[in-house]
């Protein structure tokens, strides 16, 4: 069972664009965090997000945790070739060790 | 700054050996975890350790094992290499503190035929 689904899994768009990467679950998470990865490397941090209903903006990308910290959206604006990549959703348990249950992930290609 | 270093970067087993992939971090991060990836399934944890001498279980283990000498290591044996094990591993470390960011080796690609 997947604790965490993103949609959509593939996306391609052309540069300039606008889009939307949704990462949703029926958990709750303490917090929840977006990793970017390139192919051949390990996934890289983006931001973490904590606080329910937070919005954290980082450049172009603007994320956002949902009011009961079971879902988060990634929102890239005016995207370039530079932002292709894989994005990962990655949420921590309220308990426990720092294990994190990844996303299914989304596949961003931006077309120049 | 290494950070975390992951050995070898490619490998190739037939069905039945074992191996030994290695994993060390340069941070004196307590937590150490390993997680296999493989398309449409996102990243799924298959052990780690919260540090030296501590190893615990996560959604995927049987096949694996591991162990947690020192602070700096976290290698992952596989026993007896099977087709499913097919997969692309990646060894993570951070600090204890639940939430906090993971740092990510380059992986290890392992295909078993």
């Known amino acids: 069972t997947q604790l965490l689904e993103q949609s959509p899994q593939f996306l391609s768009i052309q540069e300039g664009e606008n889009l939307t990467v949704y990462c949703n679950s029926s958990s709750v998470f303490s917090s929840l965090q977006w990793y970017r990865q390139e192919p051949g490397e390990g996934p890289v941090l983006l931001v973490t997000?904590?606080?329910?209903?937070e919005v954290k903006k980082l450049k172009r990308l603007t994320f956002q945790f949902g009011d009961a910290r079971k879902d988060s959206s990634l929102h890239i604006t005016a995207a370039q070739p530079g932002d292709t990549g894989l994005y990962l959703c990655a949420g921590a348990r309220q308990t426990g060790a720092n294990n994190l249950f990844f996303g299914t992930g989304t596949r961003l290609t931006v077309i120049p | 700054n290494a950070g975390v270093t992951q050995t070898p970067k490619f490998q190739v087993l037939k069905t039945g050996q074992s191996m030994t992939l290695q994993c060390a971090q340069d941070?004196?991060?307590?937590?150490m975890s390993w997680y296999r990836q493989d398309p449409g399934m996102g990243l799924r944890l298959i052990h780690y350790s919260v540090g030296a001498g501590i190893t615990d279980q996560g959604e995927v283990p049987n096949g694996y094992n591991v162990s947690r000498s020192t602070t700096e290591d976290f290698p992952l044996r596989l026993l007896s290499a099977a087709p499913s094990q097919t997969s692309v591993y990646f060894c993570?470390?951070?600090?204890?503190?639940?939430?906090?960011?993971?740092?990510f080796g380059n992986g290890t690609r392992l295909t078993v035929t």
């Open positions: 993570a470390s951070s600090p204890i503190t639940r939430g906090s960011p993971l740092h």
């Open positions: 941070m004196n991060h307590e937590y």
């Open positions: 997000v904590v606080t329910g209903g």
